[in-house]
């Protein structure tokens, strides 16, 4: 009754705190996604002197690594001409413009100008901001003001391997970032290959909310317990099972940390960091099948292609069986499958969906903070794995 008697402006004031897609720079979800550091990239992918331009959240900004081997972010363009800084020479550890020499150090500030005065380039910078890099992956801190602790999620403990992988979704990150709660969808989603039972137990889930974010916890009726960690504002921790397994090696189970990321409103990356632990002996067998597997994958068409055919009635999931990474296809086809951006106004939802609703309440709750000024949840980094 009192949304129906609202008045158009407070109905559309209301409406901004459940705008959960839209992340650019002058959006309450984008001023949430901006007050935690964000993966952009893989460190393997960068190498010393180059740079790459960065789109992130519907904006654009240079990545590069400068020659002492440190990754730094600037803005997207030069100051003089607005040309894109990511096609400049990397010389040292600062940028140089490729248009007119500009040259920029890593805190964005210009430190020369070859046809003007020393004068002219100490009044010139452009945005730079800070980064980091943690399990195989580089991070970037987009908010305003001093940024939060880092390392936010704790390295893995014990030996193993960390393995990192990047993937591209055609869809809005946040439907994925649900699909993260619900724990149900895998015994259906992820059925083609055989890595899950058909129609298994399916667990009984709770969700509470923590001083880093949401504690998933899953159990089953002979008493088996999982807890993941849900941190805000888009990291899971959990254990997946292995795609390796489709090939004969490695741990049937990972214990693995999920981030997505938009890349603007209609798509996102996916950045899955993996602990491998293999075990005494093994070691050399492990390497050499992981070689070829990780070939396999090189040589395979983009999952987020096939998935894309597959809903476009082109091909099925059986004609994919076989890829490398099935799990990233299914759901690609599943989350894809809700549209670039989900209608949540015309989805049915169930008990299984109450992890879904937890999530939703409490990034209305933090954006509401943002657009009233008032202070929004000091989120705390994860220091260890609940037990």
Known sequence: MAVTNMKPRARKAAAQYNDYEHTGPVTLAGAFMRSGWQPVHRSQDLPSGRAKPLRIMSEGFTLFRGESGKAQVLAHRCAHRGTQLSAAWVEGDTLRCLYHGWRYDATGQCVEMP???????????????????????????????????????????????????????????????????????????????????????????????????????????????????????????????SPNAMQGHGPSERDTYLIKVPVDDFNHVFFITQQVRVREGEEAAYREKHAQYLEMRAKARPPHELGLEILAGKITLMDVVDHPYLAIIEDVVAQGGQGAIANRSEELLGRSDVGILAMRKIWSREMRAIAEGKPAKQWQPLLKMPE
């Open 115 to 241: 046809a003007e005065g020393a004068a002219y380039a100490a009044r010139v910078k452009i945005a730079s901001y800070p980064t980091r890099e943690h399990l195989g992956l580089i991070f970037v801190y987009f908010g305003e003001g001093e940024p939060p602790a880092f390392p936010h999620i704790p390295a893995f403990v014990g030996e193993g391997h960390v393995e990192t992988y990047v993937e591209y979704f055609p869809c809005n990150f946040f439907q994925c970032w649900e699909n993260s709660f619900d724990e149900y969808h895998v015994h259906f989603t992820h059925r083609t290959g055989g890595m899950h039972p058909r129609y298994p137990e399916l667990p009984e889930m709770t969700f509470t909310e923590t001083d880093y974010g949401i504690l998933r916890r899953a159990e089953t009726k002979d008493g088996r317990v999982k807890l993941s960690p849900f941190l805000m504002p888009n990291v899971l921790r959990t254990t997946v099972p």
